[in-house]
Structures are given as structure tokens and as C-alpha cells.
């Protein structure tokens, strides 16, 4: 999976991502990936229009958005 981040960081690509939220809640989001370390992602979430940093353990599926092009 860090991996698959990392490449989109790299290419500018959104992805998509199932995320386990801190109330334990599962939440779908469109993510603009920026930067990817150990244990976190940091992305522009487009579904909230904000920067958020994300536990990647939390992060439970990934794909890219296909088509689209992060700006």
C-alpha cells in the first residue's frame, strides 16, 4: 500500500481510500496523497477540502482515481 501512495505522490494522481476513523468508523474518501512516511499519510482530502494526515495502519483499501489528475 505505501508503495501504491508513494506512486501517486510521484505522479500527482488522486486515490481513493476506505478509512477506519478515530470513532471507529469506516469513511470513504478521495485523497490528493503529498507526502507518505512509516506510519502516516498526509493528503489534501478532497471530500472535506482540507489537509488531513492519516494513520496508514487505519487506511483499510486503496485505488486510484481513474482519469483524474490531482491539480
Not at 4 to 9: D, M, V, Y
Not at 15 to 23: A, E, S, T
Not at 27 to 51: D, F, G, I, N, Q
Request: with cysteine.
Amino acid at each position: 500500500m505505501i508503495k501504491e501512495l508513494k506512486r501517486a505522490c510521484d505522479y500527482h494522481q488522486l486515490v481513493r481510500v476506505i478509512y477506519l476513523d478515530q470513532r471507529g468508523q469506516t469513511t470513504k474518501r478521495t485523497l490528493r496523497p503529498l507526502e507518505v512516511s512509516s506510519h502516516h499519510l498526509k493528503a489534501y482530502c478532497m471530500t472535506r477540502r482540507a489537509p488531513r494526515v492519516f494513520a496508514l495502519e487505519n487506511i483499510l483499501a486503496i485505488e486510484p482515481v481513474v482519469n483524474q489528475r490531482a491539480v
